[in-house]
């Protein structure tokens, strides 16, 4: 049996306050890392405006995890203590 080992490498944009919403360069993968003592939500957005939602997240203090959303989608609705960054999936 062969391992299917992938690699996560971090890309260009880093949002570092995801109160606003951003395509984050049209990212497919995005790792979202939580700097906050307590949990912390976020959402995934057809529009600029967070009205049309795709998806509600939420992230487990100091934790971090990666979504997968279409390019045009945008991510955001967070607070001061996330950060979100464009990464590939390569392997």
Known sequence: MSADNKAIKLKGTTLHTPTTYSTIDDAVYVRVVSYSTGGQNFRVSNDASGIDLVARYAVGPKESLYI????????????????????????
Request: proline share 4%; aromatic share 4%; net charge positive.
């Open 68 to 91: 997968k959303k279409e390019p045009g989608q945008y991510l955001g609705g967070g607070s001061s203590l996330l950060r979100c960054s464009s990464v590939s999936v390569e392997g």
